[in-house]
């Protein structure tokens, strides 16, 4: 009696296979998946093959709230995918993803993976699938069936598969009902599964920080046992999965979450040095902080930034050595920037891409002290102003710069020109030192050290 009442409120359950919920039960219509996923689907679907959109974007629409990314996952071979769709390709060695695209939208298509195999199952001639001794999956493409796929994923509310065709939520491992609890719980045993990838680890604290969810007392047990397996995933792996976790718009929360499960140390170098250290932690949770409020107001949030307010003690500790050396003002910040910089990307990897904005950064913190003629309005036109204005702001938040300074500059770019020329500070030296600059031929005037930024 109690069963059939759970059944007829939940939704029907096949026989050795997944609850299946009606559109009533769950409330997901087609209309709200991205059109690009459902050209996928109903591409799919037409050619006689399974196709569900999965994973976060089906948990996030049950919990309200609005997908970031719609991923979708078939029976469909990878090369049987390609074929289907002219814009699409093939990437990853580890796990083979399809990308399909449309316009300038991406959908990431995987095949139903088999069940995870024994860790004696290492040294196996298919090279499909590579299993490490201590259970760390290195390569696994196997195919499977959906539920062998179910059971494959993480957490339970991250092994939801939604049909648009029926608009139908497949549920194979209580998802829903945690998602409803607001609780993460790995699927299978804890601790074989965070063997196999490590990295499931910083998830479930990205996941409970970002779902607000608290963490299953199992899923939790073996966390800090393993903690060190994360020293062997890859410093690239490592940088875009904290990026993920400092840019989710909940960071404050996550670091937090990082400290309570003792994930802080030795993931992010960086992060412990600044944890660790009082007169730090103020200057990260304000960045922390800032940088949520900007992601939830839907303002851009960039990976750069971030790198700038981790390291900019390291590059602060670093100038000052460099200036104990006898450097000339500007080529001891230049090289303290490089140094701090090359010595990070060694520990974790991070592109290149991002040094030219992190240096800008860190460069015009001196310029903003610099209130006086001609300097304040050449600054207002540079293409960085807004970041390295936050920046400071951030700093001035902490203690760790001048909150008068920090309201000028904010002052100054809103104000006229009038305004702007009453703010400006008197010129440093004496009257006479001042008339001599002014006596300067164009050509020693232009013979100075270039200013930083």
Same mark, same amino acid.
Request: glycine share 6%; with cysteine.
């Given at each position: 009696?109690?069963?059939?009442?759970?059944?007829?409120?939940?939704g029907k359950?096949t026989? /050795?296979?997944?609850?299946?919920?009606?559109l009533?039960k769950?409330?997901?219509?087609?209309e709200?998946i991205?059109?690009?996923?459902?050209k996928?689907?109903d591409t799919?679907?037409?050619?006689?093959?399974?196709?569900?959109v999965?994973?976060?974007?089906?948990? &996030?629409?049950?919990?309200?709230?609005e997908? +970031?990314?719609?991923d979708?996952?078939t029976?469909?071979?990878?090369d049987?995918?390609?074929?289907l769709?002219?814009?699409?390709?093939v990437?990853?060695? $580890?796990?083979?993803i !399809?990308?399909?695209?449309?316009?300038p &939208?991406?959908i990431e298509?995987?095949?139903?993976?088999?069940a995870a195999?024994?860790?004696?199952?290492?040294?196996?001639? &298919?090279?499909?699938?590579v299993?490490?001794?201590?259970?760390?999956?290195?390569r696994?493409? !196997?195919?499977?069936?959906?539920?062998?796929?179910a059971?494959?994923?993480?957490?339970?509310?991250n092994a939801?598969?939604?049909?648009?065709e029926?608009q139908e !939520?497949?549920?194979?491992?209580?998802?829903v009902?945690?998602?409803?609890?607001? !609780?993460?719980?790995?699927i299978?045993?804890p601790?074989?599964?965070?063997?196999?990838?490590?990295?499931?680890?910083?998830?479930?604290? $990205?996941?409970?920080?970002?779902?607000?969810?608290?963490?299953?007392?199992a899923?939790?047990a073996?966390i800090a046992?393993?903690a060190g397996m994360l020293?062997?995933i890859?410093?690239?792996?490592?940088?875009?999965?904290?990026?993920k976790?400092?840019l989710?718009?909940?960071?404050?929360?996550?670091?937090?979450?990082l400290?309570?499960?003792?994930?802080?140390h030795?993931?992010?170098?960086?992060?412990?040095?600044i944890?660790d250290?009082p007169?730090r932690?103020k200057?990260?949770?304000?960045?922390l902080h800032?940088t949520?409020?900007?992601?939830?107001?839907g303002?851009s949030?960039?990976?750069?930034?971030?790198? /700038?307010?981790?390291?900019?003690f390291?590059m602060?500790?670093?100038l000052?050595r460099?200036?104990?050396?006898?450097?000339?003002?500007? @080529?001891?910040?230049?090289?303290?920037m490089?140094t701090v910089l090359?010595?990070q990307?060694?520990?974790?990897?991070?592109?290149?891409?991002f040094?030219g904005m992190? +240096?800008?950064?860190? @460069?015009l913190?001196?310029?903003?002290e610099?209130?006086?003629?001609?300097?304040?309005?050449?600054?207002?036109?540079?293409?960085?102003l807004?970041?390295?204005?936050?920046?400071?702001?951030?700093?001035?938040? @902490?203690?760790?710069?001048?909150?008068?300074?920090?309201?000028?500059?904010?002052?100054?770019?809103d /104000?006229?020109?009038?305004?702007?020329?009453?703010?400006?500070l008197?010129a440093?030296?004496?009257?006479?030192?001042?008339?001599r600059?002014?006596?300067r +031929?164009?050509?020693?005037?232009?013979?100075? /050290?270039?200013?930083i930024?």
């Open positions: 009696m109690i069963r059939r009442l759970i059944n007829k409120v939940l359950k026989a /050795a296979g997944p609850r299946i919920l009606p009533d769950h409330g997901i219509r087609r709200q991205h059109p690009c996923a459902l996928v689907t799919l679907a037409r050619e006689g093959y399974a196709a569900f999965v994973g976060g974007a089906v948990r &996030d629409l049950l919990l309200g709230r997908p +970031k990314d719609f979708v996952a029976d469909a071979t990878p049987e995918i390609r074929r769709f002219r814009r699409s390709r990437i990853g060695r $580890r796990f083979q !399809v990308h399909v695209y449309c316009g &939208d991406l298509v995987t095949t139903f993976r088999a195999p024994p860790v004696e199952d290492e040294g196996d001639e &298919d090279e499909s699938r299993t490490a001794a201590d259970g760390m999956l290195l696994d493409n !196997v195919f499977g069936s959906r539920e062998e796929d059971a494959r994923r993480d957490f339970t509310v939801l598969y939604y049909d648009p029926k !939520v497949w549920d194979s491992h209580g998802g009902a945690d998602a409803q609890k607001k !609780v993460l719980r790995m299978g045993d601790a074989t599964r965070f063997r196999e990838d490590p990295v499931r680890m910083l998830r479930a604290a $990205r996941f409970a920080a970002k779902l607000d969810f608290h963490i299953d007392p899923t939790r073996p046992e393993l020293a062997r890859p410093a690239s792996r490592l940088f875009d999965e904290m990026m976790l400092l989710s718009g909940h960071a404050e929360r996550g670091v937090k979450q400290r309570a499960e003792g994930l802080h030795g993931v992010l170098p960086m992060l412990d040095a944890l250290d007169s932690q200057f990260l949770h304000a960045a800032d949520d409020a900007r992601i939830r107001q303002q949030a960039s990976p750069a930034f971030m790198l /700038a307010c981790l390291l900019w390291d602060r500790r670093e000052e460099k200036r104990g050396q006898g450097l000339h003002e500007q @080529s001891a910040l230049y090289e303290a490089d090359e010595r990307r060694r520990a974790l990897a991070f592109p290149r891409r040094d992190i +240096k800008e950064i860190w @460069s913190q001196g310029r903003f610099q209130r006086s003629g001609a300097r304040p309005f050449r600054l207002l036109s540079h293409p960085r807004s970041a390295c204005h936050d920046f400071l702001l951030i700093r001035a938040e @902490s203690g760790d710069a001048s909150q008068e300074l920090a309201d000028w500059w904010s002052r100054f770019q /104000a006229d020109e009038a305004e702007r020329a009453e703010m400006l008197p440093r030296g004496t009257d006479a030192t001042r008339k600059r002014k006596r +031929k164009p050509a020693e005037a232009t013979s100075r /050290a270039p200013e930024g």
